[in-house]
């Protein structure tokens, strides 16, 4: 039987990105370039996708560089027995990383495709169950050793790299080239996941498809009720006596729109198959409730998957108001507690409530405002159209229509306690 | 979250295989291999400490699988609850903060009677 070919993802957070560049940038005393070690968990997520998550940079020092006028950089045994150290301690694997100081996608000079496969069989020596190779660097794109199915650096925005494939210009999307030359490739390739097809994960289908969006996972265990027809977009009356899957209407809406998606449809809660959430290049989510959002921002997290949340709600204090909010907790940066959005006292009072919920107000409008602004959010972070690289935490006011910056936000720290890097893949336990 | 040593050590003496880890700000400590009563279905599990206040309770235990066989019936109101990337089952089981960790083990696992 032949085996099938390994699909890797390589996730890189942008916080060692940037250490990596300004690293290896820096001028050496007598060496044409520098050289660093890239650590990196592997976690299998199927028989045939690994994804690879780079947690940590050491950058070699200057004294254990060897004056060798011939090549670029030449490293002593002392540097390759830090990396070694390294993969030792962080029971992880290590990657070779250096820079071709120019854009575009780097390729490996003569020198390197003779030199650096030694290094990496020494890696593959001590550390065989991980994953192991060189990157090439260059100031936006990278050479991997190993065949990665993509290369992301996770941040705001995206630095995405797919395997260069011819695209098809469409002129279904001639009205949205302004997002970039390379934008419906990106919408093409990347691999987005919808956790939740109700009022809000409905609107968000939608407009994925009409992005041209092909690769969809979407998690609802629900089928249709009749609560659901006055905001489920693309529920239709017949829907609920049929009591059709909400995720055979999202299937049923996107194909009409977009019959190339390619889509993954999880009849279940997303814990029950959390490995289709894992595989997901970012999540749109649109849960019900805080212990959702708390479990979904730390599995997002630990797999290094930018989250953007939408949520709305209807109080009554003497009239009704409505409010909602989008929030992008992107790794690395402010989580929802740091924002103050998820807090003790607020995940108390819903467990207090547990099972006496009751029908909580919903209507379409609110949500597909929120969604919108989702997807905003979502096109500016893969294809960085719009220049701008700050946190989102939106408010919503209902009453007013108004979408501000939520005053929190000022307040917040970009640095991020809960959930820190060197805690992302497989965990960490030490023995006690 | 650092615990105190003889506190770990009295826990080890009733759970011997410890371990701990963090998660969105949490620490936990895991427990592999813990011994339930016989009645239990499964009677041995792995389970999670969770010794500060999470989802409203001021410390949790959570196990690595729904346990049947439970002479009283009890509210599992948290089912396939994803902490360090497993799925995990906790009774609601409120447990006034103070105790030591042992002590702390040993009363959650009481709503198991």
Redesign the interface.
Known sequence: MKNKKLNIKFRIPEELHKRMLLDLKRPHPFAYERVGFLFAKTVKLSPNVNLVIAIDYLPVGDNDYINDKEVGAKINSNAIRAAMQGVFEKDCGCFHVHLHNHSGRPSPSFTDAKSLPGIVKSLNNIAPKHTNGFLILSRDAFYSSIKTDSISVIGYPFLLQYPIKKTIKDLMFDRQSFLGTNSQSLFENIKVGIIGYGGGGSHIGQQLAHLGVKNLTIFDYDKMEDTNLNRLIGGVYTDIKKAILKVNIAKRVIKRIFPKSNLTLIAKKWQQAPEELQICDIILGGVDSYTERQQLEAECRRFLIPLIDIGMDVYDSGGYSMSGQVILSMPGSACMSCYGFLTEDKLAKEAAKYGNVGGRPQVVWPNGVLASTAVGVFVDLVTGWSGNSDGVYLSYDGNSGKITDHIRKQFTSEKCDHFRIENTGKPNYTKI | MN?PEDQ?LELKSIAPD????????YTY??IDNLQLPDHCQPNVVNALLCPS?????ASSLFFSAHIAGLPNPRNW?RI??????E?WYAI?WGVTPGYRLAELLLIHLSALR
Request: no cysteine; glycine share 16%.
């Open positions: 615990f770990i410890l371990s701990v880890a963090q998660d969105g700000g400590i895991r206040q999470r989802d409203g309770y109101n396939n609850v994803r902490i360090l990337g799925n609601s």
